[in-house]
């Protein structure tokens, strides 16, 4: 073990005591492959098992703890993690490949969430009457032991928007980090569970077949927050389904972008559309997966969008030039890679554009320049597969009702993006849009961590919620005479 290594190296986190793995598999840097960044432990049954007591055990003291000790000691716990964010930043970028500037934004919006759900809480939780003749109270109650799995691509902002709702509102939490990205999630919720009681978290590393198994299996497991692929999710409704647990779940998304003729294609439109496509490397649930181009404003589009992506600088995110980094892990690359040569091969035409930011160190990472492909059909695998990667496949359109439909063509719906002149026609357009949230001549994420909206069909499973993701922790129930 080396210096670089963090204090959490291949340890997991069991009522309130940090265990050394009995077995551990390496954590490396997906843009220096031959760069160890840490090892994560890989859990036994036993393990697993051991973490479900715990938080089962520390459950009664925690829910009967009120909501303003809960929101004050996650308050102070968010004040200790913004003090680290600095240091923490490095560990992020080596383990996860985004770039120095996505990552901090990252850390800096899991502090916004710790302080944002605590201010929430105390107004949420209060008992509310409902007027009329009869008493009747809406109180609130948490739900038990949670179990939290999420994912590589962004594992500190949805680890974090699940874990800290889910604590807020009384439950204890059982987690589950992703064995390829888990060292600075491990690190962070070391800083929010040493003010917490032992039990409140606990953290299980390892395989997913095993731990995500056992945890979604076990009846003292009351409810499961789920980040990841659509039929991860399927397996653990299935799973789940014995004791009917709560299930809140963000799945894929095959996000499309219309483009109408009126579009405003100045050059802060282009960026937005390259960002909404090229943020982490496409690594994004709700990144633009797909674009239709109306066939009058087609070839304007194709030249800009070729010269936004040639601006592009790929390497390894530690350095400040680069401005995106590698695909985090060897299955993902493979996929990617293995879509855009079945792409190339169907007859598409693939243009890869950008520049290396080190020639001479690319093949020690899992690096791709980003490409646009034309020649696609709605019926092509790329037009129909949640690529995750720097892709994109553009199509021309000639009517309103062909777009909607092609829109609308997919099992997913989890965001798409209209781009004109005219609000009042996006807003129409939008209410025929199969898809959880729909923004309008942009293509991001919703600022205010309040606002969470799901996906639609396959793309994921829950409400929206004007209270930080607490509500969807916890049960209410009526009290009346």
């Known amino acids: 073990m080396t210096s670089a290594y963090p204090s959490i190296s291949g340890q997991f986190l069991i009522n ?16 220096i492959l031959t760069e160890v960044v840490g090892e994560v432990a890989l859990c036994s049954k036993q393990d697993v098992g051991q973490a479900i007591d715990a938080a089962q055990a520390a459950f009664p003291g925690w829910a009967g703890t009120s909501a303003e000790k809960r929101a004050a000691l996650i308050k102070e716990a968010s004040s200790q993690l913004a003090a680290i964010i600095e240091e923490s930043v490095p560990l ?10 996505e990552a901090k934004k990252d850390l800096l919006r899991c502090v916004e969430i710790m302080s944002k759900g605590a201010d929430a809480l105390v107004a949420w939780w209060k008992t509310e009457s409902i007027p009329g003749g009869q008493m009747v109270q809406i109180r609130r109650r948490p739900r038990g032991v949670t179990a939290v799995i999420s994912p590589w691509n962004s ?19 059982v987690v589950k980090p992703a064995t390829d990205c888990p060292l600075t999630v491990l690190s962070s919720l070391r800083v929010v569970a040493a003010h917490l009681p032992p039990g409140v978290i606990n953290i299980v590393t390892g395989s997913g077949a095993l731990v995500g198994e056992q945890i979604c299996s076990d009846p003292r497991v009351r409810a499961i927050a789920f980040t990841g692929s659509t039929e991860t999710g399927k397996r653990i409704m299935g799973m789940s389904a014995g004791t009917v647990k709560k299930l809140y779940m963000e799945l894929g998304g095959n996000d499309p972008a219309l483009i109408l003729p009126d579009a405003i294609l100045d050059e802060a439109a282009i960026e937005r559309i390259r960002m909404g496509i090229l943020r982490a490397a496409g690594q994004v649930c709700s990144a633009i997966k797909r674009v239709y181009v109306h066939e009058s404003r087609y070839e304007e589009f194709m030249t800009k969008l070729k010269r936004e992506f040639q601006r592009m600088i790929v390497g390894n995110g530690m350095q400040p030039d680069a401005m995106m980094g590698p695909i985090n892990n060897k299955a993902q690359y493979d996929f990617v890679t293995g879509l855009i040569e079945r792409t190339r091969e169907a007859g598409a035409h693939v243009q890869t554009l950008g520049n290396k930011l080190e020639k001479e160190t690319w093949e020690n990472g899992y690096f791709l320049l980003p490409s646009i492909v034309t020649g696609v059909s709605q019926a092509s695998e790329l037009v129909r597969a949640e690529q995750f990667g720097p892709v994109i496949p553009v199509i021309p359109y000639s009517d309103q009702e062909e777009v909607i439909a092609m ?18 026609l996006a807003e129409a357009l939008a209410d025929r849009l199969d898809a959880g949230a729909v923004f309008f001549n942009n293509h991001t994420i919703f600022q205010d961590l309040h606002l969470d909206f799901p996906g639609l069909k396959e793309s994921g499973l829950s409400r929206e919620t004007a209270w930080c993701g607490i509500d969807l922790f916890a049960d209410t129930y009526g009290f009346a005479n």
């Open 16 to 31: 309130g005591e940090w265990i050394a793995g009995k077995r551990v598999t390496a954590v490396t840097n997906p843009a």
């Open 92 to 101: 992020f970028v080596r383990e996860n490949g985004k770039v120095l500037v």
């Open 155 to 173: 594992p500190m902002i949805l680890t974090f928007k699940r874990v800290i709702p889910a604590i807020l509102a009384g439950n204890t939490v």
């Open 407 to 424: 829109a609308n063509d997919t099992e997913f719906g989890l965001r798409a993006s209209i781009w004109t002149a005219n609000q009042q």
